[in-house]
């Protein structure tokens, strides 16, 4: 997988960033849903914090490359092929007390934090409360609500800002030739680097956009639900993206019909929204894009996939009904 680090370092919003990182105290918790941006944005951390050059982190010092190359012998990491479990913390513990070999500071890395077992994170709580004056503990956290309180309260909480779309663009890592695909995909991503992975990656991804903007074009009878109900159910497992592309899709329109065209993000399909913006109602894509809100939550704990995919199809398709 890629390391975004030293692109990160370019950017000035995570100059500034890390500037306020600098005075913090022994144990933060970064959070964000991008795990490859809490990647780059930790190693960049201990950078400024061990980096001897004047301007820092100068990403080209040996203590720089090694920050960046994952072989520095004070910093540690964990959480990263598997949660941390009771084990892990054992280990912290026990490394924590050990001073560093070559660093001013000795660091742990958690990653997936809030993946940690309940009993890993009350076995850290001690050492993140009396730390030896070497240790800095970095918990990186992509859903704050699965750290335990105890955990958090003895932490520097700091929210990470995320990538715009023409960053997230110009950041991600592609070969010549790839760029459609890139700009492709950052329009689905909400500024995650992790997402942009993950859906340039996914073979299936284009093929359930264009089956989404069929179904916006093509669904005009109770005889089309069955049809595109089974085309969804191909990609059972990818239900959630189905879902965001659709919803993506009609804010797009919405967002045409209110004379709002800066807002729209599926810019490659701009001419074939410009044309539902003009059949479409207002009221019903608004009463739409709610209903497909709806169905997300239900999925969580709804067994019965395929109804509920014929249900939300069959909504849709009374809603146009009822706001004409
Ligand atoms: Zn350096």
Known sequence: MSNYTF???GLSKYKGFLQSLQNSNHAVILFSKDKLLLDAISSLYVMMQECDNEYKPCMFC?????????NALDVEYF????????DDSEAIVSSSFVVPYEFKNKYFILKNFDEATVQAQ??????IEEPQKFDKFILLVNNLDAVLPTIKSRCQIY???KLSIEELKNVFDFEVGQGKRVSFGAQFANGSLTALNNIFFDEQFEEIYSLCVKILTNLKTSRDVLEY????LKHKDKLNVVLE??????RDILAIKQGKQNLVQNTEQLNVLMVLANTENSLALVNIIKEI?????????????????DNLLLRILEIKYICK
Not at 229 to 232: K, R, T
Not at 245 to 250: E, F, G, N, S
């Open 62 to 70: 040996d203590t720089c490359q090694k920050i960046i190359d994952k």
């Open 159 to 161: 929210n990470v800002p």
């Open 293 to 309: 809100e709806s169905v997300k939550q239900k999925l969580k704990y709804n067994a019965n996939i395929s109804g509920v995919i």
């Open 245 to 250: 592309i659709l919803c993506l899709l009609y």
């Open 122 to 127: 009350n076995k850290l709580l001690k050492v």
């Open 7 to 9: 692109k990160i370092s």
């Open 79 to 86: 959480g990263e092929d598997k949660n941390i479990m009771v």
């Open 229 to 232: 109900s089974s085309l969804i």
